[in-house]
């Protein structure tokens, strides 16, 4: 995403930054380089009903921004922050640690794991069916296929990038109690892979596409579901992160980012 | 769809009615019960590239409104009206034979075919391969899938729902040139299916959600897709039917409704 990150700088450690979120509502502690939360964990947590109350893992958690978020606007929400890189997996930790989130501490813990374990192994690694009661997942996009690399590098990638989805929801289809529920966020360029993925498993999906502005085609879509179910798919109306013109923020989009509003307005 | 078609009525035959599209631009002959031809057609139409020049298939075509609306904007292109029921393909015939026709009458004409045919059938029923550098297409919505119908009934409209969009995309991959173009409009409850069926057959796909005003979901998607394209899906900005509040039609949809836009702008 091109635009800047709903966060303000507050501390900068040893090739840490501590990030402020939701106007100071909880920290992130995160590495200074490589991937760093912004909007779209932002987005993604605000999928999740504001009512919500439970136990929600964050597949692929990374320092925490999504899974915090949520716990940060639902205030009986549980939350499990699964990763698989120690390091990510450290930073979520100093994250719940912070002095500045003893309000969400109780709530959020972190579990070292690979999000695409199957069968025994997953359950031995603290991802036991039927567990939760929602999940939210923001799965690495495979820059390669981004750009114009060549057509062999693509088709791999290509694959790759399937892989992800079918492997990613298969351990969500399996930790979710029946009726629990889905978000996740990623490429339109994903879509069909997505809806692959999600039948048989999830049905209900609403899907709500992110534009950069409401004349502009689609740069993320959200993704919502719910576990055994065999309803129809919506396509929602859509969220433009700026005005009409220039770089100002929606208003819908600030809410978004700050906690304010759940994505789908419950 | 719940909105007025775009039509006004000029002339009431027995069991038939002639209205005026794009403003009387062209004439329809249709079927005074039944399937009526209205916005759904317009939009189809409207998917069409305003500088588009050469031959076109209307797959099921019905009286031809989607066809001879692209016929009617497209001054260069030269339409096929397919069409399997007799009744529909007669329709059709008076269409392109009414007076008011005549700029379009030299540009159009109908062929009485099953869409779902195959292999040398197909061929000998006038759709031979790569014979057409368009395709469009409004396959027939299953409406008992729509409706609280039991569980039994349902699954078999599902898979019936499914069959149709790979055997509609099937002739239409067939029947278009290497890079030719696709445009297909259907309810956004059939998206996984139809990207299904577009896979390996049709690339850079391109979406437009069709909402009713902009805060509401879709009632139905344009789908754009180049024949033996690998270029990936693009989620476009959506069309709002009316405007914001009330039932006027919005500016954008009023002009695609009478001919005077695209779609996708081109």
């Known amino acids: ?9 507050v501390e900068i450690e040893q090739g840490y930054t501590v990030d402020a979120f939701h106007r100071g509502d909880f920290m992130l502690v995160q590495p200074r380089k ?3 939360a912004g909007m779209d964990a932002m987005m ?19 320092a925490g921004a999504a899974g915090l ?32 989130n003893s309000r969400l501490s109780g709530r959020a813990r972190v579990l070292v794991a690979d999000v695409t374990l199957t069968g025994k192994e997953r ?3 603290g991802m036991e069916d039927t567990s939760f009661d929602y999940v939210v ?23 790759m990038h399937e892989d992800i989805f079918e492997k990613w929801l298969r351990t969500a ?27 048989g498993r999830f049905g209900e999906a609403q899907i709500v596409p992110i534009l950069p502005r409401i004349d502009e085609p689609a740069i993320r879509i959200v993704i919502r579901a719910r576990r055994a179910s065999r309803g129809g798919l919506t396509l929602m109306p859509p969220l433009a992160i700026h005005d009409p013109r220039g ?14 509003t759940s994505l789908f307005g419950d």
Request: with cysteine; hydrophobic share 40%.
């Open 1 to 9: 995403m091109t635009s800047n990150p709903p966060v303000d700088k």
């Open 44 to 62: 993604l947590a605000a999928a999740v009903p504001s009512f919500f109350s439970g136990r929600l893992a964050d597949l692929g958690a990374g």
């Open 173 to 199: 289809a399996a930790i979710t109690r029946p009726r629990g529920g889905l978000a996740l966020i990623a490429r339109p360029q994903s879509l069909r892979e997505i809806l692959d993925a999600l039948q």
């Open 247 to 260: 770089e100002r923020f929606s208003a819908r989009a600030d809410d978004i980012n700050n906690g304010r």
């Open 69 to 100: 978020a949520a716990a940060s606007r639902c205030a009986r929400a549980e939350v499990v922050l699964v990763e698989r890189s120690a390091e990510m997996a450290d930073c979520a930790r100093r994250t719940i640690a912070h002095p500045a």
């Open 123 to 125: 359950s031995a690694a």
């Open 137 to 159: 997942m923001n799965p690495p996009f495979n820059a390669a296929s981004d750009r114009g690399s060549p057509d062999e590098l693509r088709r791999s990638a290509h694959v």
């Open 34 to 36: 490589g991937h760093r």
